[in-house]
């Protein structure tokens, strides 16, 4: 029989001990607690494991513990913290703050009390265009026809070549102190220099372009003041969509940084404009399509607006430069196409199609214009608007008292097309203009673009008269000329004068 020393032997070194690491106590302790075998007594340790532990020293007083149950080593609390410094350590290096003044980014970086501040500028040619709309138009553009087209009164008396054209580009869509304006684009009117160039050229003047970009969160103050500087020293905003979105963002990361608001100016928001205009003509009424079906440009390798947040966090991410450039050029196309579009609203008679001429022919109906509205539905019918420029025309000659060219328009309305609100005007014109009620009855029978118990009405007093004028016509002359009397009553004499009309009467006249 083998002894249990000789089986201990046969077995080498434990694994703690390949490591180099102490015997565990807790087997020496079991083995001292053991029952003798072959000679060997409890108090005995076996000559192998003996020789193979070493003797505790005072350098590490703080060696590993045994766990109890499972007789396994704990390491310390150093040791641990040691593994997870070398762990960490064998992880990428930190990405560097990206600097967009030093790559590929048109920026550089200007020191300011409120932090650094990284802004583009540039300057456009006089001639510069955006498709086939110049953008010096924006410059003499009537701030009077701009007021009637945007139904706001308080820009009639701006100046214009001190407008502010602001476009952002943000985190998101949602509003609300969740969402950063990253990239601020502006561009304005620079009347250029007094007198001639060095080299004898002209002196030259066009819009400069600013943008200012927000490099990390955190960094907005610097963005915030010189955008307040900007608005101080302009006349009035031209935004699109401003009105809802971009202005309220900047006003509350204004209150967010506990920077004093911005200056509150008259405010041209491009987008109500664009869709009493064009809403006849274009179903997409956003600015890119404007840009295209208007202006006539078309963008090429575009960065998508449902992208451009994406691109900005990965920028954050990893400082990718190249990620924003597709955005910094969508941005500064944005306000470039506002300047055009302000150029061609301020003069909508010698550049606007005809169908568009027709929705600022209406526009300008609604805001009372009436001369200047019929001068741009008569052109917009000479051009070839087609059924929307003749309604226009009809519509205006209705509110001017024009009722024969009004009648005019809204019978050849009615032979190219089936539509009930023509019906409606063509059967009031039968009705009180040209008094043929048996026409305007026709016309009420087809339907018109009135409730069921508004046309019930109409129709029966139609048929009223209708009737009263039958009878009246069935009698013989003498008679006849006192048929106009109401209920039957006897017609007047001609050398009777006729009675004051009392304020009553006028009561039960109905439309």
């Not at 108090?43 to 532990?53: D, K, M, V």
């Not at 009493?276 to 179903?283: E, F, G, N, T």
Request: hydrophobic share 45%.
């Amino acid at each position: 029989m083998t002894s249990f020393k000789s089986k201990l032997a046969r077995l080498g070194p434990l694994p703690a001990e390949r490591r180099g690491a102490a015997p565990l106590a807790v087997e020496q302790a079991s083995l001292d607690r053991g029952p003798a075998v072959d000679g060997v007594g409890p108090s005995e340790a076996p000559p192998a494991l003996a020789a193979a532990a070493p003797a505790p020293t005072d350098a590490a007083p703080a060696a590993a513990s045994a766990s109890p149950s499972t007789g396994v080593a704990r390491p310390s609390l150093d040791d641990l913290r040691e593994r997870i410094s070398r762990i960490v350590a064998r992880g990428a290096p930190p990405t560097p703050r990206a600097d967009p003044a030093r790559g590929e980014l048109p920026f550089h970086v200007e020191q300011t009390p409120g932090g650094p501040l990284y802004a583009s500028r540039t300057r456009s040619l006089a001639a510069a265009r955006v498709g086939r709309a110049p953008l010096v138009a924006a410059r003499d553009a009537d701030p009077a026809m701009l007021a009637l087209l945007s139904l706001d009164p308080a820009l009639a008396g701006c100046d214009v070549r001190r407008a502010l054209f602001l476009d952002t580009e943000t985190t998101g869509l949602a509003g609300g102190t969740g969402t950063v304006p990253f990239l601020i684009g502006l561009a304005w009117f620079d009347p250029g220099a007094d007198s001639a160039g060095p080299l004898g050229e002209p002196p030259s003047d066009g819009f400069v372009m600013e943008q200012l970009l927000l490099r990390r969160l955190g960094e907005e103050e610097p963005i915030l003041r010189r955008l307040a500087e900007r608005l101080a020293d302009a006349s009035m905003i031209v935004t699109y969509n401003g009105k809802a979105f971009d202005m309220p963002l900047l006003r509350t990361r204004y209150v967010m940084n506990r920077l004093p608001p911005p200056p509150e100016l008259p405010h041209l928001d491009l987008v109500h404009v664009a869709r009493r205009i064009h809403k006849a003509r274009l179903k997409s009424r956003t600015l890119i399509a404007l840009e295209h079906d208007v202006l006539g440009r078309v963008r090429v390798g575009d960065v998508p607006g449902g992208e451009i947040v994406a691109c900005y966090a990965h920028f954050l991410r990893t400082g990718d430069e190249e990620a924003l450039l597709g955005v910094v050029e969508h941005n500064a196309a944005d306000v470039l196409a506002m300047v055009a579009l302000v150029g061609l609203y301020g003069e909508p008679l010698g550049s606007l199609a005809a169908g568009d001429l027709a929705g600022a022919a209406a526009t300008l109906r609604r805001a009372g214009a009436l001369e200047r509205a019929a001068e741009l539905a008569d052109a917009a019918v000479e051009r070839g608007g087609g059924a929307v420029a003749r309604r226009a025309r009809g519509d205006i000659a209705k509110a001017r008292g024009d009722k024969a060219r009004a009648l005019a328009d809204y019978e050849a309305l009615a032979a190219e097309l089936d539509d009930p609100s023509v019906r409606l005007e063509l059967a009031k014109l039968y009705e009180h203009h040209v008094r043929s009620f048996a026409r305007a009855l026709d016309l009420a029978d087809q339907g018109t673009a009135e409730p069921e118990p508004a046309q019930a009405r109409r129709r029966a007093r139609l048929q009223r008269k209708v009737d009263r004028s039958a009878a009246a016509l069935a009698l013989p002359f003498g008679q006849a000329a006192g048929a106009g009397a109401v209920d039957g009553a006897p017609a007047r004499p001609c050398s009777e004068p006729a009675a004051p009309q009392r304020e009553g009467d006028a009561r039960g006249r109905e439309e």
